[in-house]
């Protein structure tokens, strides 16, 4: 079963309810990003699709799954944001064109509705329609981010599954086995600064990150002794999504700080940059050190929601601040 090993739970409840006659023909999967969470969708739709289920397993033989694997089954609909746009009307009467048809195999239909939160209004009316008269054998799979807003109307109408970060300690033994060059120590850390998300601290140690954000926090320490804010500006990169991330390692230092402050030994993002951040802790007030994170979440916020601003000059105006109201 092709599931990464914290779906495994959920799966098993999922196909159990099923069996058990408690099956629902609209499932909506919040998930925390990060996951793989489409896998663990396109698995349960397998599932649907298969003619001769081995109890949780699709048999993987029958005509359905030859044509599920193939990657060609004509009852699977995805329906997904084009282009970077919302989930317009049109795309959702396309489909309910489509599902007044029976179904080209006689068996399920099967709907993947893939980031459901960027359904426009029409959209989420003209699908609400739909689930309202649900017809046999028509399955809707929706997902969203966890924190994302959905319709009301649309999520009273699906039995909501909620997935989210495994245990550190099965994400750990997941992650150990692809990188055993790293420490445990070192795992650990990227475990913490990717937020527990295993698929995105792979990309992350893959991208040789975990360095990158130790020398990033040490030009920082320089900027903190020297003031030249031009000296960390430089360290930044020119991509908004990157500088982000980059200014988020710059929060879990200030955050570790006001831990190390209010002597909290647990919960530190960076252990490895103790050296460091005990003594930038003492010589700040937990005052500056909240302002300092402040000022750094609202740099953060401005990047992802201000358009046709420059992102320098944001940056610029987060590094002077912290010089400024901060440092002295």
Same mark, same amino acid.
């Given at each position: 079963?092709?599931?990464?090993? *914290?779906?495994?739970?959920?799966?098993?409840?999922?196909?159990? #309810?099923?069996?058990?006659? +408690? $099956?629902?023909?609209?499932?909506?999967?919040?998930?925390?990003?990060?996951?793989?969470?489409?896998?663990?969708?396109?698995?349960?739709?397998?599932?649907?699709?298969?003619?001769?289920?081995?109890?949780?397993?699709?048999?993987?033989?029958?005509?359905?799954?030859?044509?599920?694997?193939?990657?060609?089954?004509?009852?699977?609909?995805?329906?997904?944001?084009?282009?970077?746009?919302?989930?317009?009307?049109?795309?959702?009467?396309?489909?309910?064109?489509?599902?007044?048809?029976?179904?080209?195999?006689?068996?399920?239909?099967?709907?993947?509705?893939?980031?459901?939160?960027?359904?426009?209004?029409?959209?989420?009316?003209?699908?609400?329609?739909?689930?309202?008269?649900?017809?046999?054998?028509?399955?809707?799979?929706?997902?969203?981010?966890?924190?994302?807003?959905?319709?009301?109307?649309?999520?009273? +109408?699906?039995?909501? *599954?909620?997935?989210?970060?495994?245990?550190?300690?099965?994400?750990?033994?997941?992650?150990?086995?692809?990188?055993?060059?790293?420490?445990?120590?070192?795992?650990?850390?990227?475990? +913490?600064?990717?937020?527990?998300?295993?698929?995105?601290?792979?990309?992350?140690?893959? #991208?040789?990150?975990?360095?990158?954000?130790?020398?990033?926090?040490?030009?920082?320490?320089?900027?903190?002794?020297?003031?030249?804010?031009?000296?960390?500006?430089?360290?930044?990169?020119?991509?908004?999504?990157?500088?982000?991330?980059?200014?988020? *390692?710059?929060? #879990?230092?200030?955050?570790?700080?006001?831990?190390?402050?209010?002597?909290?030994?647990?919960? *530190?993002?960076?252990?490895?940059?103790?050296? $460091?951040?005990?003594?930038?802790?003492?010589?700040? #007030?937990?005052?500056?050190?909240?302002? $300092?994170?402040?000022?750094?979440?609202?740099?953060?916020?401005?990047?992802?929601?201000?358009?046709?601003?420059?992102?320098?000059?944001?940056?610029?105006?987060?590094?002077?601040?912290?010089?400024?109201?901060?440092?002295?």
């Amino acid at each position: 079963m092709n599931l990464y090993p *914290w779906h495994s739970q959920i799966y098993q409840q999922l196909t159990h #309810s099923f069996l058990n006659g +408690r $099956g629902h023909h609209a499932l909506l999967f919040k998930t925390e990003v990060g996951l793989g969470t489409e896998l663990l969708i396109r698995q349960f739709a397998h599932w649907l699709f298969c003619q001769e289920k081995q109890l949780t397993e699709p048999c993987g033989r029958c005509k359905t799954c030859v044509l599920w694997q193939s990657g060609n089954h004509p009852d699977y609909h995805l329906i997904e944001s084009i282009d970077g746009k919302d989930i317009g009307v049109d795309q959702i009467r396309e489909l309910t064109t489509k599902l007044q048809q029976f179904s080209q195999q006689g068996g399920n239909s099967v709907i993947y509705i893939a980031g459901a939160n960027r359904l426009t209004e029409a959209a989420s009316n003209a699908l609400l329609k739909t689930l309202e008269e649900p017809n046999e054998k028509i399955y809707f799979l929706l997902e969203a981010p966890l924190q994302s807003a959905m319709l009301a109307t649309i999520q009273s +109408r699906c039995q909501t *599954w909620l997935v989210h970060t495994p245990y550190v300690e099965q994400a750990y033994q997941w992650l150990q086995p692809q990188f055993p060059e790293y420490q445990v120590a070192e795992l650990q850390t990227a475990l +913490r600064i990717c937020h527990n998300r295993p698929l995105i601290c792979k990309k992350f140690l893959e #991208s040789d990150r975990l360095q990158e954000r130790k020398t990033f926090l040490q030009t920082f320490w320089k900027f903190y002794k020297s003031g030249d804010v031009w000296l960390l500006f430089q360290a930044f990169s020119s991509e908004i999504e990157r500088q982000c991330e980059q200014l988020e *390692w710059l929060d #879990s230092f200030f955050t570790d700080a006001l831990k190390a402050k209010l002597n909290i030994a647990a919960g *530190w993002v960076n252990p490895d940059l103790q050296a $460091g951040i005990i003594p930038f802790s003492q010589a700040l #007030s937990a005052q500056k050190l909240l302002k $300092g994170h402040y000022i750094i979440q609202q740099t953060q916020r401005d990047l992802l929601e201000v358009n046709a601003v420059n992102s320098e000059l944001m940056l610029v105006n987060c590094l002077t601040k912290l010089a400024v109201e901060v440092f002295n």
